[in-house]
């Protein structure tokens, strides 16, 4: 059973910093391209960035360019995003999100989400 | 990057069929046929329901279909029934971005 487990949210003050982590099993992680999706409060789902399988390559949306980095350790099956200069506006529920076979675009499992608060 | 337009909201009876469109450019949804659509009910983590357009991951119900013309997707839901009352997003491949929808709420009546 594919299992994604989100971790490392929590309260941090505008400027500040902090590390998501998703812990992934049931699937073998190195096959697949992972992705950070986030929602704020109330609002619609906002993709953030995306990372290859193997982790050669990497995108993000405008609004986080330059302030988070996505990242994975493919032996311990663990996404990761850095995220800095953090601003009100990240203030959101963050989920990784596991893509469909090599070559896809779409997301087939997502893990429940850990919740961003930045807020001083 | 633009969020795709969907309707903020739709409604059906139960039995009833309801369409969400989700218009984009050619950029994004015109451009490839790789629009995918989630359901997501209060508090929970989106779920696949439609991916590469037209295609149903297993265990989703044949009342689900997707479509596209030009710019624009679109979800159907047929034999429309209480448990699909949740929210809608549309999602999009467009190169080196990835764009969702603004979401749809679908009632059911």
């Known amino acids: 059973e594919v299992q994604l487990l989100e971790s490392g949210g929590g309260l941090v003050q505008p400027g500040g910093s902090l590390r998501l982590s998703c812990a992934a099993s049931?699937?073998?992680?190195?096959?697949?391209?992972m992705s950070w999706v986030r929602q704020a409060p109330g609002k619609g789902l906002e993709w953030v960035s995306i990372?290859?399988?193997?982790?050669?390559?990497?995108y993000y949306a405008d609004s986080v360019k330059g302030r988070f980095t996505i990242s994975r350790d493919n032996s311990g099956s663990t996404l990761y995003l850095q995220m800095n200069s953090l601003r009100a506006e990240d203030t959101a529920v963050y989920y990784c999100?596991?893509?469909?076979?090599?070559?896809?675009?779409?997301?087939?499992?997502w893990g429940q989400g850990t919740l961003v608060t930045v807020s001083s | 990057q633009s969020a795709l337009t969907q309707p903020r909201s739709v409604s059906g009876s139960p039995g009833q069929s309801v369409t969400i469109s989700c218009t984009g450019t050619?950029?994004?949804?015109?451009?490839?046929?790789?629009v995918s659509w989630y359901q997501q009910h209060p508090g929970k983590a989106p779920k696949l329901m439609i991916y590469?357009?037209?295609k149903r991951p297993s265990g989703v119900p044949d009342r689900f279909s997707g479509s596209k013309s030009g710019n624009t997707a679109s979800l159907t839901i047929s034999g429309l029934q209480a448990e699909d009352e949740a929210d809608y997003y549309c999602?999009?491949?467009?190169?080196?971005?990835?764009?969702f929808g603004g979401g749809t709420k679908l009632t059911v009546l």
């Open positions: 999100a596991k893509h469909g076979d090599l070559g896809s675009y779409y997301f087939d499992y």
């Open positions: 049931g699937f073998t992680f190195s096959s697949y391209a």
């Open positions: 990372i290859t399988n193997s982790g050669g390559s990497a």
């Open positions: 050619s950029s994004d949804v015109g451009g490839y046929n790789y």
């Open positions: 590469d357009v037209t």
């Open positions: 999602y999009s491949y467009a190169g080196r971005y990835r764009v």
